[in-house]
């Protein structure tokens, strides 16, 4: 019989199962807690687990059948999930019409961040999703941030180049799941992506230049459908690639996607949106409009930038206190993602080691070469602390300009909604400390995950879900930062860490 | 009076604008760049010896401090806004006496590249060091920089670019410039320019930060 090794906060035990279970079943039978209101059917995706070495997985649908290691959500994490879930739209189950001339039709979400892409498969006959996956983005070696990529289009095949890694990496995704899951490529009748307006542009094979320079025009932002066959993404012969659609070469249909998949409860009149990535792309909601921004964070809070930075994966320390570092799946530590970089921060500016204005005096050792897990030490530079100090006052000063030109103060927002992987695993409390949010929003802020890709899900499920994305285009207006008067001023200032 | 040129140097190494602003903290309630330069004017001091004695010793050691990474972009940021209070007064005495500034500095942001953050601060850093600077804004295309650099002959131009996307257009405008009159100096400079691209493209100077560009100006308008 397979094994499974189960970590849960009562630590970590090992098991035989039966693989004729699903892992719900399984983790249930011996001991293990997961929050499963809809008692297994697969329809309400809470009792995912972490699948060492594989992804999220949706533990009812999932009948793994090899020796595994599964990570328990902690409360924390569960707390997350059931917001997460509260704050989601939800539709009636009304896939696109390719789905019934299958026999178990499946859709792929993909939401294609700057740093990494994530896949959402879903089964259009349950509405469920059967699990998450998610790789790097293979477009990282050709620069961290989206300008630099759109400068390699400038030589000779970098447009070709970029987009082809991104279809590989698509259909590298489709192989691994045929292998795992034994799903067929036909049974896949539809791919909805979510993606910021360069990379929906890189994807297609469009020049995404003109982006980069003033007055930075895309050459498309409406919601698109190319047959799949046509970018050689091997699904279903007849299903559609679903592009979502953009506002502006800035704020793309991650956003208008993720503000889409948000139903905020009704108390909820104004609230604000941000998603801490690259771009640093928010949005002010009010019932009738929406003002959105994109800010020049950068990639800091990915890892790039930062001497030892990396994404949240296996290794990465992920938190920090006075009492040392916990790491992602609990390895030794060979980096700092940005939920660690925060806590880091917050802790030494608290207790003197880093000043008020950003100075450290030298590298600050958090794991010595012996025991980190790549035979270096793992440390934070005084280089760093600058280029936190950067993204954050650009997020911060993002935020007061948008709230201002919203006509709004901050007792007039509802709810922070914070969007992207990142925030749910940030404290918000060092996040306030070190000037990335607002202190006078404390009590407001809700983390949602991946709305992007929560809304990818959305337009998998429901057809119904074209008409909230499109009235989120229509109220949107797009805010430029660097025209406000006070927008100099505020990017300064707001790099202390007061 | 020289109690006051330290004074002034200290307000600008600082970045205290005046005496209301609560900027810097321990500075509060303190004369700042704009009182004391009027005093010093009031006493007779001329408008060379302000920004010789007072300006430009705050301004290097801002630059320089910057350069060890000691202080960072708002603290350079308000002492460029105290200089920026000193010269209402110097500016008009300047332009009166014709001007003992050591040379002219024409600086923008190339076409297609809107920050001016960057540039402000070099444009600062350079007109607190003495010299004459025209600021000709964001996204300024060849033609233009070609056009004011005639019309200031021995001026060096500075040509500024964030994005990696718009050093192209920093090369383009370069080579325009060179094309045009080869004996036009160029600097270049922004977040992802290097030294290496600087040589390739055919620029005179290029600069980490602000105080390199200053070193190279005061070595050409020595000679």
């Known amino acids: ?498 | 009076m020289e109690e006051l040129y330290s004074k002034l140097s200290d307000c600008i190494e600082f970045g205290k604008i005046n005496k209301a602003a609560p900027f810097p903290p321990q500075m509060k309630d303190q004369d700042g760049a704009d009182e004391i330069t009027k005093q010093l004017l009031d006493a007779g001091a001329s408008a060379d010896d302000v920004l010789q004695k007072g300006l430009i010793i705050g301004m290097e050691k801002v630059g320089v401090k910057f350069r060890n990474n000691e202080v960072f972009v708002p603290q350079v940021l308000m002492s460029a806004k105290a200089m920026d209070a000193a010269m209402v007064y110097l500016k008009p005495l300047f332009a009166e006496s014709g001007g003992s500034q050591k040379g002219t500095f024409i600086i923008g942001t190339v076409e297609g590249d809107l920050h001016d953050i960057g540039k402000n601060l070099v444009s600062m850093m350079v007109e607190g060091n003495g010299y004459k600077v025209i600021d000709l804004g964001t996204d300024v295309k060849a033609e233009t920089f070609i056009k004011v650099a005639d019309e200031n002959p021995g001026a060096i131009v500075g040509l500024s670019a964030l994005l990696t996307t718009t050093m192209g257009n920093q090369e383009a405008i370069t080579k325009a410039i060179k094309a045009h009159n080869t004996n036009i100096k160029v600097a270049v400079g922004g977040a992802p320019v290097t030294q290496d691209f600087s040589d390739r493209i055919g620029a005179d100077c290029y600069s980490a930060d602000p105080q390199g560009i200053v070193e190279y100006m005061n070595g050409v308008f020595a000679k």
Request: aromatic share 6%; proline share 4%; with cysteine.
């Open chain 1, 1 to 498: 019989m397979p094994k499974i090794t189960l970590h849960s906060t009562a630590g970590i035990e090992t098991h035989e199962y039966n693989s004729a279970n699903s892992l719900l079943q399984t983790i249930q039978k011996i001991g293990g807690e997961v929050f499963a209101p809809c008692g297994g059917n697969g329809t309400c995706g809470k009792c995912r687990v972490k699948v060492k070495h594989y992804g999220t997985v949706t533990s009812c649908l999932y009948y793994p059948t090899t020796d595994i290691e599964v990570i328990l959500p902690d409360t924390k994490e569960s707390k997350i999930l059931t917001d997460q879930y509260k704050h989601t739209l939800k539709l009636p189950l009304n896939p696109c019409c390719l789905a019934a001339n299958v026999h178990s039709p499946m859709g792929l979400g993909i939401d294609i961040g700057t740093t990494s892409m994530v896949f959402y498969w879903v089964d259009l006959k349950t509405g469920g999703i059967v699990n998450t996956t998610s790789v790097t983005n293979p477009q990282g070696r050709f620069g961290a941030d989206v300008i630099s990529r759109i400068g390699h289009c400038a030589n000779e095949g970098g447009l070709e180049e970029l987009q082809k890694v991104l279809i590989d990496a698509i259909n590298k995704e489709l192989i691994k799941l045929e292998e795992n899951e034994g799903i067929i490529n036909s049974d896949i009748v539809k791919v909805t992506i979510s993606a910021n307006t360069t990379i929906l542009h890189l994807l297609l094979g469009i020049d995404p230049t003109p982006l980069a320079l003033y007055p930075f025009t895309p050459a498309f932002t409406d919601y698109k459908i190319v047959a799949a066959k046509k970018l050689g993404i091997d699904i279903n012969e007849q299903g559609g690639i679903h592009l979502l659609p953009s506002i502006s070469a800035y704020v793309g249909a991650d956003i208008v996607s993720g503000i889409s998949s948000i139903a905020p409860r009704n108390e909820i009149k104004n609230y604000l949106f941000i998603d801490i990535g690259t771009n640093g792309e928010m949005a002010v909601v009010t019932p009738n409009e929406i003002f959105c921004c994109a800010t020049a964070a950068g990639p800091a809070f990915e890892g790039a930038n930062i001497k030892c930075g990396m994404g949240a994966f296996d290794g990465a320390i992920s938190e920090y206190s006075d009492n040392g570092y916990k790491t992602v799946g609990n390895d030794k530590p060979i980096g700092i993602c940005g939920s660690g970089l925060i806590d880091i921060i917050a802790t030494l500016v608290n207790n003197g080691t880093i000043s008020m204005d950003g100075v450290l005096t030298e590298d600050f050792v958090l794991a010595d070469k012996n025991h980190s897990g790549n035979g270096e030490n793992i440390i934070l530079t005084p280089r760093d602390v600058r280029e936190v100090q950067l993204a954050k006052s650009a997020i911060m000063s993002g935020i007061k300009i948008l709230i201002d030109k919203a006509g709004l103060t901050y007792n007039d927002i509802d709810a922070l909604y914070l969007a992207g992987g990142f925030g749910n695993y940030l404290n918000p409390d060092n996040a306030m400390r070190i000037g990335l949010l607002p202190m006078e929003l404390a009590d407001r802020i809700i983390p949602v995950g991946n709305t992007s890709g929560a809304g990818a899900v959305l337009h998998l499920l429901s057809e119904d879900f074209n008409d909230v994305l499109k009235s989120t285009v229509e109220k949107s207006q797009n805010i430029e930062l660097s025209e406000h008067p006070d927008f100099e001023m505020e990017y300064a200032m707001n790099m202390y860490f007061s």
